[in-house]
């Protein structure tokens, strides 16, 4: 099953009473439900969080074995959403298909390029 829901942004580049919005409506998912889902997951983690690749390499805390993320699934701004939880900062994907629908939407390759804010509300 290919992944479909593509990295949008994390909170700071995102509107504050969306985010509200979707962890108000959030449920909660596994880690493996964001991996099986989320392009880029494990790349973001550890580029952006400072997470090992695996814990195999007995070193480092992995983004799986962390108990202070959460993983959630919601609705951003009206899209089919997931997101994860880490350091009080919402990390957001979005289904493509709903993507391809939103306004202003810049990032497609968030390891490579700085976050850059969406449509303005």
Known sequence: MPKRYTFL????????????????ESSVV???TMLRH???L???ARSLC???????QGHGLTLADDWH????????DGMRCYFLVWSAMEFVWVHEDDLKEWEGF?????????FTRGPSH
Request: glycine share 6%; aromatic share 8%; charged share 25%.
């Open 38 to 40: 989320c392009q880029e």
């Open 106 to 114: 810049v990032n497609p390759s968030p390891t490579k390029t700085p």
């Open 50 to 56: 400072g997470y090992e690749n695996s814990s195999r």
């Open 69 to 76: 993320v959460a993983y959630r699934k919601s609705r951003y």
């Open 42 to 44: 494990k790349e973001i």
């Open 30 to 32: 596994g880690y493996r």
């Open 9 to 24: 942004a994390s909170c700071p580049s995102l509107d504050g009473q969306a985010i509200q919005a979707m962890e108000d």
